[in-house]
Nanobody
Framework: QVQLVESGGGLVQAGGSLRLSCAAS????????MGWFRQAPGKEREIVANIDRSGGSTYYADSVKGRFTISRDNAKNMVYLQLNSLKPEDTAVYYCAATTSPVIVVPTTYEYWGQGTQVTVSS
């Protein structure tokens, strides 16, 4: 069992930045690929970014490439998402999730989820 707790969301103006954090506890954190997803009202949950077990490989959705950065610290059981150059369309609840599956872009392959943190970007 893995417990995930996100933090760092908030209200920010367009062009601003936020850093989301996800604290993991339970089974070995370094066994899991970690993903950040987001879900806006009326829309499906979508992948934002993923990082593999070692932190050596990352994936980004086209909509966030060059603006968001995912990272992890296995010694601290933490995963981060740096959000820069935020746009109103980035407004959503952001979720941290863990998977052992090599299929990392769909939410159904993730085994554990946090409760989410709200990011709101004003224009």
């Amino acid at each position: 069992q893995v417990q995930l707790v996100e933090s760092g969301g908030g209200l920010v103006q367009a062009g601003g930045s936020l850093r989301l954090s996800c604290a993991a506890s339970g089974r070995t954190f370094s066994s899991y690929h970690m993903g950040w997803f987001r879900q806006a009202p009326g829309k499906e949950r979508e992948i934002v970014a993923n990082i593999d077990r070692s932190g050596g490989s990352t994936y980004y959705a086209d909509s966030v490439k060059g603006r968001f950065t995912i990272s992890r610290d296995n010694a601290k059981n933490m995963v981060y998402l740096q959000l820069n150059s935020l746009k109103p369309e980035d407004t959503a609840v952001y979720y941290c999730a863990a998977t052992t599956s090599p299929v990392i872009v769909v939410p159904t392959t993730y085994e554990y989820w946090g409760q989410g943190t709200q990011v709101t970007v004003s224009s």
